[in-house]
């Protein structure tokens, strides 16, 4: 079946850089992508989302970039923080919609250093 | 809002034991899954609702029950408890856009079958 991956389980960022997280997908007919995180011991919480139709949505601190033509998405954090070590997840609605089509990557687990 | 509550947040079971995770929302969305995350992977879907009275599985069912006879809850079941089965439980919730918009999760149950 159809699969989302991660390029790096872990990822090490001093306080105060950027962080780039990466995922990979093979369902070329996805048309919603979706990141979340998901801190020790609590539920993922929806970060941001972006529809096939863009290549690059904004949020605050955050923004993700999706390059169809590679099946490639990333999410970028800007000035991280403590707060922000969790794990990662990218999603993608590889059905194309409906409540059964979401399917997650594995995750990456963002460490921060002081 | 209180968003998506799940009960309890821990359980032991023996073999061949049963159990029902308790899972209600307070958004009156129409949406509701089941996942299950296994270590170091990413979430997959056990069962999923359209709305009260509709069920339907997702990838990995076998071994569990649902039932959604309110708006508000949606039960798993697990009826003959098997090692595999340990994992850590995430009910969701989404609005009637399904899985193209932002899910709510809840805190997770961290059930472990000895």
């Known amino acids: 079946g159809e699969s989302v991956g991660l390029h790096l389980p872990t990822l090490s960022v001093q306080e105060g850089d950027n962080s780039i997280i990466n995922c990979a997908y093979s369902?070329?007919?996805?048309?919603?992508f979706i990141w979340y995180k998901q801190e020790s011991g609590k539920g993922p919480q929806f970060i941001i989302d972006i529809r096939s139709n863009m290549d690059k949505r904004q949020g605050q601190r955050v923004t993700v970039l999706l390059n169809k033509t590679v099946k490639h998405l990333s999410l970028q954090i800007a000035a991280t923080q403590p707060g922000d070590s969790a794990v990662y997840f990218c999603?993608?609605?590889?059905?194309?919609?409906?409540?059964?089509?979401?399917?997650f990557g594995k995750g990456t687990h963002l460490i921060i250093q002081p | 809002n209180a968003g998506v509550t799940q009960t309890p947040k821990f359980r032991i079971l023996k073999i061949g034991q049963s159990m029902t995770l308790q899972c209600t929302q307070d958004m009156n969305h129409n949406y509701m899954y089941w996942y299950r995350q296994d270590p170091g992977m990413g979430l997959k879907l056990i069962y999923y609702?359209?709305?009260?009275?509709?069920?339907d599985k997702g990838e990995v069912p076998n071994g569990y029950n649902v039932s959604r006879s309110t708006t508000e809850d949606f039960p798993l079941r697990l009826e003959l408890a098997a090692p595999s089965q340990t994992s850590v439980y995430f009910c969701a919730s989404t609005d009637d856009r399904g899985l193209d918009t932002e899910a709510f999760f809840g805190q997770g149950t961290r059930l472990t079958v000895v």
């Open positions: 609702s359209v709305g009260a009275g509709i069920t």
């Open positions: 369902n070329s007919a996805s048309d919603y």
């Open positions: 999603a993608e609605n590889g059905s194309g919609g409906g409540a059964d089509g979401l399917t």
